[in-house]
């Protein structure tokens, strides 16, 4: 019998109250939002009250500021992910049932939906307030990877958007619909990549040490657009490569698509993930290496 690793009894909700004949729970989910916008708070206040980070010594904003900012991207995050879920995975779906795009709570978002409402709620917050685009940017992307790699350990606590069937060691049982589907791919064993891991390890962890070492060590801040272009290439390559391992959305498998390829051309394709993440990859490269063009390297 093939080894691998019981999926642990987590419930989703961490504690749950009734009021008024309500019921009202906190989330790992919701946790993970709030440690990481916590997180991403101080360090972004960090980053501003150390001048010498930045061109001529002086910040774009005023640490103060940054609540404000957040404000905007919360929001950016949460229109972002749902608009991007309904029209990348399931517009037709969606057109069908245009009441139910805004029922955020039966869950559906999209990371790279979420990713373009941040871009442009940064935008329209440094617009409005004077402030360099890129510098916000640089100062966003530095903050960001400790609230995807906690997203992601909520995802596996949640035990959803699990991996590929595998009959590796490491492999996880998850309950539910993955062991169903596992089982008629696998038989009697079945067994799954941790996918949600492995994008904490290589989105989160492995990313934001990443940026903090090129912030606070090699001064990267200096030269507006690299931290932009390390966080857009480094999230895109990542997600890029965990989509072999990670399992397709459910709307894009099929019998005769049985890898959930949303394009295939001679034998080969690429999923919904790889398609998105190219763009990002492009354009990380074109600004991590723009400023290296420009200036001194670091």
Sequence with gaps: MRAMIQFPDISPEIFSISLFGMEFALRWYALAYIIGIVIAWRLAIAALKSPSLWPGQKAPMRPEQVEDLLTWIILGVILGGRLGFVLFYQPSYYLAHPGEILRIWQGGMAFHGGLLGVIIAAWGYAQRHGISKLQMADLVAYTVPAGLMLGRLANYINAELWGRPTDLPWGVAFPGQAA???????????????????????????????????????????????????????????????????????????????????????????????????????????????????????
């Design 180 to 298: 169903q589907d596992c089982g008629q791919a696998l038989g009697a064993i079945c067994a799954r990549h941790p996918s949600q891991l492995y994008e904490a390890a290589m989105e989160g962890l492995v990313l934001g040490l990443v940026l903090i070492w090129l912030t606070w060590r090699r001064q990267s801040l200096q030269h507006p657009g690299l931290n932009l272009g390390v966080f857009l290439a480094g999230y895109g390559l990542a997600r890029f490569t965990v989509e072999f391992f990670r399992q397709p959305d459910a709307q894009f498998v099929t019998p005769g698509n049985p890898l959930g390829l949303a394009w295939e051309m001679a034998g080969y394709g690429l999923t919904m993930g790889q398609i998105l993440s190219l763009p990002m990859i492009a354009l990380g490269l074109y600004f991590a290496l723009r400023p290296a063009k420009q200036k001194a390297a670091i």
